[in-house]
């Protein structure tokens, strides 16, 4: 396994999972801060450190790609044009254009393709799954979803850099919650999205923020959404998201109420 961008999510989720499960082997990484990239290779005794990412593909069977979101599709393409596997994190791409792009090039080169949201494999999701495929609350009708934090607007790192990010808390946070109910309902074609972005609580000046300092003056990605999406088979979602709610606490929720019941994902509950 090769590993390209190797920051906070890399050094603290991806590259201790590898370290840990049979058959993987660190091998090589790569990262625009080569200090730091031979940092992290000492630390996790990694053998090889390039300053050219795709020197990394004739190296590895698999990459893991924790770069900014500019940089997915791009990166993603030549590793599975240069036949290795990927696994890129959330969200995919910055556009439907980059997206389309990296599945035709692992379907060209007959290469894995995988998308970090990991929200799919709690154990409270895997069971709502098993159980929506088995038709337990019927066709479902409305799905409800909040992904909300309070005051949590990370102040580190690139995550308000429009540029190299795309978005701020749908495309970071709320992008987890949007892929499970999709995926839980069968992915159903929208035919329409009625939303609405707000940043001005992060625009604030002197906000009071749990994750660090922002400056409301640079500020310009979303720190809060809403939106109605209606689908083809006339099922209906209500979702949010936030960073940077005025709520008394964080919270994370996922309901699908069907013909025959519902169930809540998170805590999990059939009913």
């Not at 989720?13 to 058959?23: D, I, K, M, N, V």
Request: hydrophobic letters at 40%; a negative charge.
């Amino acid at each position: 396994m090769g590993f390209i961008g190797v920051g906070g999510i890399a050094q603290d989720r991806h590259l201790p999972s590898f370290a840990h499960t049979e058959g993987v082997e660190l091998t090589a990484v790569q990262d625009m801060n080569d200090e730091r990239a031979r940092q992290v290779a000492s630390v996790f005794d990694i053998p090889y450190v390039v300053k050219d990412y795709t020197e990394l593909f004739k190296m590895v069977d698999a990459v893991t790609i924790s770069t900014p979101n500019k940089f997915h599709s791009e990166i993603a393409v030549a590793a599975l044009d240069a036949g290795v596997h990927v696994l890129c994190e959330k969200p995919m791409a910055m556009s439907t254009a980059e997206c389309e792009a990296m599945i035709e090039a692992a379907n060209r080169n007959d290469r894995h393709l995988s998308i970090g949201y990991h929200y799919r494999y709690t154990p409270e999701a895997k069971v709502a799954k098993e159980l929506m495929e088995n038709g337990e609350i019927g066709d479902p009708l409305v799905t409800r979803v909040q992904a909300m934090r309070r005051r949590k607007v990370p102040g580190w790192g690139v995550f308000t850099n429009k540029d190299l990010q795309g978005g701020g808390s749908m495309i970071d946070f709320g992008c987890h919650l949007l892929d499970l109910a999709l995926w839980l309902l069968d992915d159903p074609k929208p035919v329409e999205v009625i939303g609405k972005t707000y940043n001005r609580l992060s625009k604030t000046p002197g906000l009071v923020n749990d994750w660090g300092s922002i400056d409301p003056e640079t500020f310009n990605v979303d720190d809060h959404v809403t939106s109605y999406i209606t689908f083809e088979n006339g099922l209906s979602m209500q979702f949010e998201c936030s960073w940077a709610a005025n709520i008394k606490e964080d919270h994370t929720t996922l309901s699908i109420s069907g013909v025959d019941g519902g169930m809540d994902v998170y805590p999990f509950e059939l009913y």
